[in-house]
């Protein structure tokens, strides 16, 4: 064999090496990894039992907001307590 030419199998091999195409559900993976960030993000939550100084009350898509500087609150009950949870309005 010298450099340059190309691999040849030998005769009758090249019937027996088949390539078959994968049939993977790559969905299947982003959806289950999708659905458990959204667990864990939930879970990781923190809560605020008041606000920075200086937040103005804003509405966007008819929700209330309190905006203090570029973040945003939402007020939520927890436990039965009135407090505020960071959010991407």
């Not at 009758?12 to 088949?18: E, S």
């Not at 039965?80 to 959010?87: D, K, L, R, S």
């Amino acid at each position: 064999m010298t450099l340059g030419s190309p691999l040849i199998p030998p005769a009758g091999l090249a019937d027996k090496i088949a390539v078959g195409s994968a049939k993977a559900d790559n969905g299947a993976a982003r959806r289950t990894a999708r659905r458990t960030a959204r667990r864990v993000s939930r879970r990781q939550a923190r809560y605020y039992n008041a606000l920075p100084a200086g937040c103005v009350k804003v509405f966007v898509a008819g929700v209330s907001y309190f905006q203090c500087g570029t973040v945003y609150y939402q007020p939520v009950v927890h436990q039965g307590a009135n407090v505020y949870v960071i959010v991407t309005p």
